[in-house]
């Protein structure tokens, strides 16, 4: 299974984030991809909340719009890859999909992201000045 979030699914993210909060001006998820660990790191507990908090809305909306709420895939490897929009370094490790996980588990997609169900996660990034994104590859294990 390959999942691409992208600036497309954010507009329509966007759409349907701002009906349900009319009096919201600012886009809940800026860019098509996840915030690196040195931004949300150090955040106060609040501050960090709230993020994680509009992360998992963003991914359960994302899962149910494709139709895979509820998959509960039990042993998978997956492969993140991110395409930033800039060319500058990006460390690799700093690119750990935490809040993308919480909301792949809250939407159903897997049970848990523990090593019982998540069994590899592989992280890489790229570079697409015109379509920064990342690709979530998911592989599901056979018994």
Known sequence: ????????????????????????????????YHPSINEWFIKQRPELNALKQKWKDFIVWWI??????????????????VYFDRNQSHDVDNQVPKFILDGFVEAGLIPDDDEKHLTELTLRTGYDKNNPRTEILIDEQKE
């Open 1 to 32: 299974m390959k999942l691409i979030l992208d600036n497309d699914v954010l507009s329509k993210y966007e759409q349907y984030y701002f009906e349900q909060h009319p009096r919201a001006h600012k886009k809940p998820i800026p860019k098509p």
């Open 64 to 81: 149910k719009d494709l139709g895979y709420e509820d998959k509960q895939l039990n042993k998978v490897k997956m492969t993140f890859t």
